[in-house]
């Protein structure tokens, strides 16, 4: 459960890959569902492929949504902007998604497991 008075959804349209978003970061925890075209999401200047239905859980990195010219569908991201709790183990958040898979292969994208993970966030493939 998140709660706060700084928690706040907003939606992020980008219609075309012409539509980005400069590199920037936030004093506070973000929640991203990424829904319609695949685009690159750059997470502390690594370059990462959000494809429809991915949630990318941040901490304060440095991100952002460069241009694409050769995509021509529609993305939506949904953002949810939160302070985690203060008494959070915010260790415990990223260990139970950062667990190799049981053949010991470091989990991949597109199958329901870990994309990317930097000090304190990670992209997340839905199943």
């Known amino acids: 459960r998140i709660i706060g ?3 706040s959804v907003l939606l992020n349209r980008y ?3 012409d539509a980005s978003i400069a590199t920037h ?3 506070f925890w973000s929640v991203l569902l990424s829904l319609g075209s ?3 999401f750059l997470l502390d200047d ?3 492929v959000l494809t429809c239905g991915d949630v990318l859980v941040m901490g304060t990195q440095k991100h952002g949504v460069p241009r694409q010219p050769d995509c021509h569908q529609p993305r939506v991201s949904v953002a949810l902007f939160f ?3 203060t008494n959070a183990d915010h260790q415990s958040w990223l260990a139970s998604a950062s667990a190799p898979a049981a053949d010991g292969a470091r989990p991949a994208a597109g199958g329901g497991r870990l994309a ?3 000090a304190v966030g990670f992209a ?3 199943v």
């Open 46 to 48: 690594r370059p990462m």
């Open 25 to 27: 970061r936030h004093d």
């Open 5 to 7: 008075a700084g928690s």
């Open 116 to 118: 990317e993970k930097s």
């Open 38 to 40: 695949d685009r690159v």
């Open 124 to 126: 997340y493939a839905a």
């Open 83 to 85: 302070a985690p709790p």
């Open 15 to 17: 219609d075309t890959g």
